[in-house]
């Protein structure tokens, strides 16, 4: 069975401080991995993806993940948090076979000021 | 970059009327697209997968006959709600999936479409 878990609902930080936001996946199979970013009334951008090469992976706006295999995880960080990455934040994974893509239920991140 | 492109982006219609919603893929073929619903502060909820040239694959508990989906050619999807109810008043999602070889290939998302059934 295949699963996306994100384990803060809610994330808050402060303006130019770091940003971690917790994915954790099970998958029978070597799967593809994204993230995506919502802002309020938007569809979804995404922001980067790891499709098994390197493990590092760095996206858009200075955000990056990085896949580690032994701890089923896609952790997204960033280093220091600008207002506007105030946005909801989904987690997806993908097998690489077929058209299944399956969602995490997002995390809220507040930047204070 | 890829782009999807949704329309309307907001609509405003009477209880018991129809309203068709659009995806575009603008700049690759798509065989395949899903449709989405989301509710307040929650994540996405697949309705549907739109092959092109075939009939919707529904999720369970989605009716087939409510959400019509019509993926007519390579680059345009769409949804009718039909005979609407303030019940379905949502934020209406689509993707795009763009194959990769040797991968399920990536999404690309419209824009969402604001449903508000007086």
């Known amino acids: 069975a295949q699963s996306v878990t994100q384990l803060d609902s809610h994330v808050s930080v402060s303006e130019g401080t770091p940003v971690l936001l917790r994915c954790n996946y099970s998958?029978?199979?070597?799967?593809?991995l994204f993230w995506y970013v919502q802002h309020p009334n938007k569809g979804l951008q995404l922001l980067l993806k790891?499709?098994?090469?390197?493990?590092l992976v760095k996206g858009i706006n200075g955000f990056e993940a990085e896949f580690k295999k032994s701890e089923t995880s896609f952790h997204l960080t960033k280093p220091s948090a600008h207002m506007s990455d105030a946005a909801e934040y989904f987690c997806?994974?993908?097998?690489?076979?077929?058209?299944?893509?399956?969602f995490g239920t997002g995390t809220s991140l507040t930047v204070i000021p | 970059g890829a782009v999807v492109s949704q329309h309307p982006s907001r609509v405003i219609c009477k209880s018991g009327t129809s309203v068709k919603i659009e995806c575009r893929s603008l700049?690759?073929?798509?065989?395949?697209m899903f449709w989405y619903r989301q509710f307040p502060k929650q994540s996405l909820m697949l309705m549907a997968t739109s092959n092109e040239g075939s009939k919707a694959t529904y999720e369970q508990g989605v009716e087939k006959d409510k959400f019509l989906i019509n993926h007519a050619s390579l680059t345009l999807s769409t949804l009718t709600v039909t005979s609407a109810h303030p019940e379905d008043s949502s934020f209406y999602i689509c993707?795009?999936?763009?194959?990769?070889?040797?991968?399920?290939?990536?999404?690309?998302f419209g824009e969402g479409s604001r449903l508000t059934v007086l």
């Open positions: 998958s029978s199979y070597s799967p593809s």
């Open positions: 993707s795009a999936r763009r194959p990769t070889s040797g991968t399920t290939g990536e999404l690309f």
């Open positions: 790891y499709t098994s090469a390197a493990t």
């Open positions: 700049d690759f073929q798509a065989t395949t």
């Open positions: 997806v994974v993908s097998l690489n076979t077929g058209n299944q893509f399956y």
